[in-house]
Structures are given as structure tokens and as C-alpha cells.
């Protein structure tokens, strides 16, 4: 539901397809709405290509209040492999929590005062633009930045799990419980009153007359109580594989299939005999791909007498590997971004076993029964 846009701080930036629904409507709101009423007298092409410059500057300031989470993540030891931007802000992807509740509340606070800052320095430059009389048309864009980034800081300050807000509550919380799973669920269920809270007043607000204003805070509750449920399953989950290692959950009497065989072989002395799903090719020792059985059934029948497995298998150089050393939350964020069944465990290039997406969910069903 997103792509990639490129690499800032070694964080691969995504943007969340919804965005462009909420760029055009942002557009829209300030062109047709915002703009005329603030700063008259500009001419309708002003107010769309000056709407679209300050949507795109609110973008930017998203932007750089999430870098900002993500430099001092990566300043505290906690990798951020991407960021995914929508609407009022992004998720930064950690690829663990944050191991105390210091770490958290410093890498929360730190999006809200750069909000800040940067409004600050836009209220100063549009001060001065008022002063030496630039003209509206450098005002209105300056002007907007200030003050979205004013509401931006606030808005993520709000108690409201997954917002900054909710972090710096739920540090509070870790840090008197002294346990972050139990912090993480209290905090949710604030956040969860909360959201409702705003989506029903919302509704309130969607009878008493706007319509608009309405509907964006019922949007925003909404876009709250599953970030909230979300965070929830994932600090779970995290929690629950953290103290896992691959080597712990990886199957280590591997079958494999030579890449000589022909697909009837794999079939009555493979896939028949062991039931299992998926198999690493291994020629000397040496993986040089996996063939699953989904590979198989695209091959017709007769077809399989004399085609070979090396033909059809995933070759090498498109398999994600795990070393047996790593974590099993890896394995499961590896599980998790690819639309693959097993991953090849590698120690020194040699295949040392395979872990299955069910081996990892069979230890989060069992370490956080009743959790989820
Ligand atoms: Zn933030």
C-alpha cells in the first residue's frame, strides 16, 4: 500500500497511497476555503498553485519531524529501516521497541519540539516578510507553515497511542510499572477512549452543522484507534520473539532436493513422502535455491516427467537468508515484508536449517497466549 521515494539517513522513505487522496483534499480545503478567507484578493490559479506549494510544504514538515524520531532512534542504537508517511504524520518502523522508557520518551518528544521549532522559524520569516512587504503570495505559504506545524506539534502531543503523546504516556507508564507489555496495553486502552471520544464528537459536530470540520475528526479517530490496536499486536509480538534466537525455532535436520531431480522425483520422494510445503535445493553443500509447491503446480502434469527441478526453483539470488544468531522478531519482519513461506538459515554459507513463517507464529501463540 506504499512505495518508496528514497533514502534519507539511510531510512528508506515511503509514502502511503492514501496520501495522494489526502494531498488533493488538503489542496482543495485551503484553495477553495482557507486561502480566500485568510488572504483576499488573489485570483483562483493563485489560491490552487499556492495550496498545493503549502500541501506539499506540510508534507516536508512531516517529513522532517519523523527524521527527526528516526535520527535520535538511530543515535539510541535503534535501527529505522523506513518511514511510511500519510496523513499528519508517518510511521517510523522500528525494527525493535525501544529498551527503556528514557530511549522512548526522548525519541517522542523530540518530533512535537522540532514541529516547534520549525514553526517558530517560519513565524519569525513571515514576520519579517509582513514587515519589509513581500507581497501575500510569499506571506500565505509562511503564514500556513507556522501554523500547521503549531498544530502538528500539538496534535502529536495528544495522549493518543501510537502519537507521540501516546509514547510519552506510555514511557510514563513503563517507567512506574516497570513493564512494557502491561504499560503498552493501558496506554491503548487511553488511546482507544480517546479516539472514540473524538469520533463521536465527530458525529456531534457532523449534525450540529460542519460537515467538513466533522468528518475529519471522525476520520482522525478513526485513523487513532488502529494505530492504537496495531501498536498493541505489534508490541506484543516483539516482546513475545525477543528473547528468541533463529537457531531456537529453526528446523535443523533439513531435507533437500538435488537440483538434478526431475519434478516427478520431487514429487513421490519429496513432497509426497515429507509433506512439507517447501524445499531447499542443495547441490555440494551449497543452497542454490528453494522449490515450493506452488512452483510445481504450475507445471502440467506430463510436463513433470522431464523437467527438472533447477528450472523451476527460486534461484539463489533471489532468497533471503537468516543466520542463526539473529532474533526471531528478524524473522518475523523478514516473514512479514515478503510473501514467502520459509527462510534458509546460513552459518558460513552453509545451510544449517529452515525456518518456517508457522515456526515463528507458533511461539507467539504460545509466549503471548491471551495477550492478543
Ligand atoms: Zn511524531
Do not use: C
Request: charged share 20%; proline share 5%; net charge neutral.
Amino acid at each position: 500500500m506504499s512505495f518508496s521515494i528514497g533514502k534519507i539517513l539511510g531510512v528508506k522513505i515511503r509514502i502511503h497511497f492514501s496520501w495522494f487522496l489526502i494531498f488533493a483534499l488538503i489542496t482543495w480545503t485551503l484553495a477553495a476555503f482557507y486561502l480566500p478567507t485568510q488572504f483576499p484578493g488573489l485570483s483562483v490559479e493563485v489560491y490552487w498553485i499556492l495550496g498545493a506549494i503549502s500541501a506539499l510544504l506540510l508534507f516536508v514538515s512531516v517529513l522532517i519531524h519523523e527524521l527527526a524520531h528516526s535520527y535520535v532512534a538511530i543515535k539510541r542504537g535503534l535501527p529505522v529501516p523506513s518511514i511510511t508517511l500519510f496523513l499528519f504524520g508517518g510511521v517510523s518502523e522500528l525494527s525493535s521497541e525501544p529498551a527503556d522508557p528514557k530511549t522512548e520518551a526522548s525519541m517522542s518528544v523530540v518530533g512535537p519540539l522540532t514541529s516547534f521549532a520549525i514553526s517558530g522559524i517560519s513565524a519569525i520569516a513571515w514576520y519579517a516578510v509582513v514587515i519589509f512587504d513581500f507581497g501575500t503570495v510569499v506571506q500565505a505559504p509562511l503564514f500556513y507553515i507556522a501554523l500547521i506545524n503549531l498544530l502538528l506539534g500539538g496534535f502529536n502531543l495528544l495522549p493518543a497511542f501510537p502519537l507521540d503523546g501516546g509514547r510519552l504516556l506510555r514511557a510514563g507508564i513503563w517507567q512506574w510499572k516497570k513493564d512494557l507489555i502491561p504499560a503498552t496495553k493501558l496506554a491503548t486502552r487511553i488511546s482507544t477512549v480517546f479516539a472514540y471520544g473524538i469520533v463521536g464528537f465527530g458525529f456531534f459536530i457532523v449534525l450540529f452543522g460542519d460537515f467538513i470540520g466533522g468528518l475529519w475528526l471522525i476520520f482522525i479517530g478513526w485513523f487513532l484507534k488502529s494505530g492504537a490496536d496495531q501498536s498493541l499486536r505489534q508490541t506484543i509480538v516483539m516482546q513475545a520473539l525477543s528473547d528468541v534466537n533463529v537457531r531456537d525455532i529453526m528446523t535443523k535436520d533439513v531435507i533437500a532436493i538435488p537440483p538434478e531431480k526431475t519434478l516427478s522425483e520431487a514429487v513421490t520422494e519429496y513432497f509426497g513422502t515429507y509433506k512439507h510445503g517447501g524445499f531447499p535445493v542443495v547441490q555440494e553443500d551449497r543452497i542454490v535455491g528453494i522449490i515450493t509447491i506452488d512452483d510445481l503446480k504450475k507445471v502440467a502434469e506430463q510436463d513433470r516427467l522431464y523437467r527438472r527441478v533447477e528450472e523451476i526453483m527460486t534461484p539463489r539470488k533471489k532468497l533471503i537468508f537468516l543466520k542463526p544468531d539473529e532474533s526471531a522478531v528478524d524473522a518475523f519482519i523478514k516473514f512479514s515484508r515478503n510473501d514467502i513461506g520459509r527462510l534458509p538459515v546460513l552459518e558460513e554459507e552453509r545451510l544449517v536449517g529452515i525456518v518456517t513463517r508457522s515456526d515463528v507464529f507458533r511461539v507467539i501463540r504460545i509466549k503471548a497466549q491471551g495477550e492478543i
